[in-house]
């Protein structure tokens, strides 16, 4: 009996798991003291960073599609890019060539190690372009500049990493039979794996999504979202400068309800992963179901609700939690309140007070400061 390997079960609703982010606290505070400097050296001029605005398919830039659509800052609302839509046939050309490299390359057949070797040196990659992928992360998501350098890249390649680990620890079992029988139990890839990744973190959440298939020896085809598009083209850029063969990790541009929906009713998709709005997420499984009964892996809707007792002894530690989590385009924020109306009177005084202290400004640093 086989069965596909579950390696995307590693990857919790909400990341990597505890053991890969005991870290974090302790590199929050390490970055604390260097983000400022980091700032200072690497404040660049959005109008002057080259932009790759293409789909990538077997390895290379192409071109595609009809219609286009605007890409523009958050920071002030510019169209910095036009989006070219792929429509179903390029999103099918995208399949085939992922089908094409599955069957053809050995990348599902190496010896795992192989594999995570590979992924390695792509992770050492990411770091190495640290700069550039930052820039590009910074310039549609509203991640600054600072924390694209100190934690969404180097985030990344960790990440990546951590799933190249798991190459050779995905395995099969042996069951219980009469002596003249033997059963076991392999897990083999699904094949090709269609994911849709959000526009929040744009470079962590793909690869979350892509990571943990690639090592399973499986190729992707990634829709990001239309809102944060480029970071995720460099990255399968450096997928195959690593040596991954071209047509393991492709990506087609577009919008979900075109794009995406192509993609997930593709009869060569064999699995989907999507993070997203709860509507989207129903919709994609409607799709699944119509198309093949093909399995899909939903992190959906809102979350993170908090409760504030009337007895709760500092509103100010409160206060400044809410505005934390929402003073940016934050995923993971908390989303609502719930509090007595004593406690609420006094938290929405204290929460205007730290919020007035927040100034919107763009995610690159001002060249002349």
Excluded at 220 to 227: A, G, I, M
Excluded at 333 to 362: I, K, M, Q
Aim: charged share 20%; with cysteine.
């Amino acid at each position: 009996m086989r069965k596909p390997a579950q390696l995307h079960k590693l990857a919790p609703s909400h990341g990597i798991p505890t053991a890969f982010n005991a870290g974090r606290s302790a590199l929050a505070s390490l970055n604390a003291l260097f983000i400022p400097r980091i700032t200072r050296c690497l404040a660049f001029d959005p109008n002057q960073l080259s932009i790759n605005s293409a789909h990538f398919i077997g390895g290379h830039y192409v071109s595609g599609g009809s219609n286009t659509l605007d890409v523009r800052r958050p920071s002030d609302n510019l169209a910095y890019a036009a989006l070219p839509v792929a429509e179903a046939d390029l999103v099918d050309q995208a399949v085939q060539d992922a089908c094409q490299a599955y069957k053809k390359t050995n990348w599902a057949t190496r010896a795992p190690r192989e594999r995570a070797r590979v992924m390695r040196r792509w992770a050492d990659l990411i770091e190495a372009d640290v700069q550039n992928l930052a820039k590009l992360e910074a310039l549609g998501s509203t991640r600054p500049i600072a924390n694209a350098i100190a934690w969404d890249v180097p985030f990344t390649a960790e990440g990546i990493r951590f799933f190249a680990e798991f190459a050779d620890k995905i395995g099969g079992d042996v069951a219980a039979t009469r002596r003249e029988s033997l059963g076991m139990t392999i897990a083999e890839p699904y094949g090709v794996i269609g994911a849709i990744a959000p526009w929040n973190f744009p470079l962590v959440m793909a690869s979350w999504k892509v990571a943990p298939a690639l090592a399973a020896g499986n190729a992707v085809v990634l829709k990001p979202s239309e809102l944060t598009p480029f970071s995720v083209l460099r990255l399968a850029e450096l997928a195959v400068e690593a040596g991954m063969p071209p047509g393991i990790f492709n990506i087609v541009q577009g919008l979900g309800h075109t794009t995406g929906d192509a993609l997930v009713r593709h009869p060569l998709i064999s699995k989907v992963t999507f993070t997203g709005s709860t509507r989207t997420g129903s919709a994609i499984m409607q799709a699944c179901a119509q198309t093949g009964t093909k399995p899909v892996t939903l992190e959906l809707g809102g979350k993170s609700p908090q409760i504030v007792f009337a007895d709760a002894p500092n509103l100010d530690k409160v206060a400044r939690m809410v505005v934390g989590a929402i003073a940016g385009q934050r995923r993971p924020g908390l989303r609502g309140r719930f509090a007595p109306d004593r406690a609420a009177r006094g938290g929405r005084t204290t929460d205007r007070r730290h919020l007035v202290r927040f100034r919107a400004t763009a995610p690159w640093p001002d060249m002349e400061r």
